[in-house]
T-cell receptor
Framework: AQSVTQPDIHITVSEGASLELRCNYS??????LFWYVQSPGQGLQLLLK??????LVQGIKGFEAEFKRSQSSFNLRKPSVHWSDAAEYFC??????????????FGTGTQLKVEL | EPEVTQTPSHQVTQMGQEVILRCVPI?????FYWYRQILGQKVEFLVS????????KSEIFDDQFSVERPDGSNFTLKIRSTKLEDSAMYFC??????????FGQGTRLTVV
């Protein structure tokens, strides 16, 4: 069965510093990988996704992620964090369903705090 | 920009009562989902719905839960007899031909 591990529950960075959020997955086939962000009281917003091809994917808000098959990782990065990036970040792996569509298996999330 | 809309944003219900959570998916989407997030825990898959039937459901989605797309635009989740442990944030999501799901803002269900 697929699973996602986000080892860091909380991370605090200073505004302007670089950021890397870790994500490891377990999945038998080529994974569909996603990063979502959840601001307080908000829903889940897609930051970026990986399906195939270039292993470095660019997303919204200046985020990028790199798929490394050998490490089963899909870490999220941002070169310079802004105070508005404070939120909870979820990594997810997508599984194709035989009945159509797919379902997402989420990690436990990483809460990002940004110090001014 | 099209978005998934959920109502209400917060629902308080008494234990044992039926509750219906409503969602309006993005209009040309074909696949519909419900997820839930118990406070402090991860987001969990409940059910997927395609072509007017359930395509997969999790072990959480027992006989107390049902989904319906009654009129071609709304997508509802019904909990027949709510329990305290049903208290959670419920997210509706929809997907078109692309592979990413778009999520609504969620409905916070509180069972008292």
């Amino acid at each position: 069965a697929q699973s996602v591990t986000q080892p860091d529950i909380h991370i605090t960075v200073s505004e302007g510093a670089s950021l890397e959020l870790r994500c490891n997955y377990s999945y038998g086939a080529t994974p569909y990988l996603f990063w979502y962000v959840q601001s307080p009281g908000q829903g889940l917003q897609l930051l970026l996704k990986y399906f195939s091809g270039d292993t470095l994917v660019q997303g919204i808000k200046g985020f990028e992620a790199e798929f490394k098959r050998s490490q089963s990782s899909f870490n999220l990065r941002k070169p310079s964090v802004h105070w508005s990036d404070a939120a909870e970040y979820f990594c997810a792996v997508g599984t194709i369903l035989t009945g159509g569509g797919n379902k997402l298996t989420f990690g436990t999330g990483t809460q990002l705090k940004v110090e001014l | 920009e099209p978005e998934v809309t959920q109502t209400p944003s917060h629902q308080v219900t008494q234990m044992g009562q039926e509750v219906i959570l409503r969602c309006v998916p993005i209009s040309n989407h074909l696949y519909f989902y419900w997820y839930r997030q118990i406070l402090g825990q991860k987001v969990e898959f409940l059910v997927s719905f395609y072509n007017n039937e359930i395509s997969e459901k999790s072990e959480i989605f027992d006989d107390q839960f049902s989904v319906e797309r009654p009129d071609g635009s709304n997508f509802t989740l019904k909990i027949r007899s709510t329990k305290l442990e049903d208290s959670a944030m419920y997210f509706c999501a929809s997907r078109g031909q692309g592979s990413e799901a778009f999520f609504g803002q969620g409905t916070r269900l509180t069972v008292v």
